[in-house]
């Protein structure tokens, strides 16, 4: 089993709705979770950082944390076209220093 | 402004040739890394580093090799031995912590391998 994993999409949304990502990670003692966004071309841009369950909220963007069941998500609210982008999540487990990814899921916000 | 520098942005390798890619970083972060993206493809973990004069492989290693002489730099090496170098190289760096609330990695702009 991949420590992490996220479905590849592509996952397609009209402008203005909201676009749900999803991350599970294997079971092993997990300490930090992010979620980086990846244009065509560019490197991975930070956009949440989430360390206890339940929910962060950043502007359109809002972290959901259930360490129980293992999962990580990222809802975008108010989807614009510049959302268009493969999102990354990163899990650190406790005692590591290794940063463990998924292979990404594209979003495309359709105008 | 703090941040990390990748150089060069695009990089051509000739048969049988090494080649260092370089990594710059004045965000005094303890931990670097350096990952390889192929496309359509996730991160993979190349080497890492968490203190100067030291370091450590990550799941694809074979035919790279990395320094740590300065906690500010971490280049690496494609070696002659990668016989598959074309790929997105990106580098990243952190400060790890014990507890709880790890900051995140930073990435650089990351260089591109090509062959020629």
């Known amino acids: 089993q991949k420590e992490v994993e996220q479905n590849s999409g592509p996952l397609s949304v009209p402008e203005g709705a909201i676009a749900s990502l999803n991350c599970t990670y294997s079971?092993?003692?997990?300490?930090?979770f992010f979620w980086y966004r990846q244009y065509s071309g560019k490197s991975p841009e930070l956009i949440m950082s989430i360390y206890s369950n339940g929910d962060k909220e950043d502007g359109r963007f809002t972290a959901q944390l259930n360490k129980a069941s293992q999962y990580v998500s990222l809802l975008i609210r108010d989807s614009q076209p510049s959302d268009s982008a493969t999102y990354l999540c990163a899990v650190l487990f406790w005692g590591g220093n290794q940063f463990y990814f998924g292979t990404g899921t594209s979003l495309t916000v359709i105008p | 402004d703090g941040g990390i520098t990748q150089s060069p942005k695009y990089l051509f390798r000739k048969e049988g040739q090494n080649v260092t890619l370089s990594c710059e970083q004045n965000?005094?972060?303890?931990?670097m890394y350096w990952y390889r993206q192929d496309p359509g493809q996730g991160l993979r973990l190349i080497y890492y580093?968490?203190?100067?004069?030291?370091?450590q492989k990550g799941d694809i290693a074979e035919g790279y090799s990395v320094s740590r002489e300065k906690k500010e730099s971490f280049p690496l090496t494609v070696t002659s031995a990668q016989k598959n170098p074309t790929a997105f190289y990106l580098c990243a760096s952190t400060n790890l912590k014990t507890g709880m609330g790890n900051q995140p990695q930073h990435f650089g702009d990351g260089t591109r391998l090509s062959i020629l």
């Open positions: 580093s968490q203190i100067v004069n030291d370091f």
């Open positions: 965000l005094n972060h303890d931990a």
């Open positions: 079971d092993r003692v997990s300490q930090s």
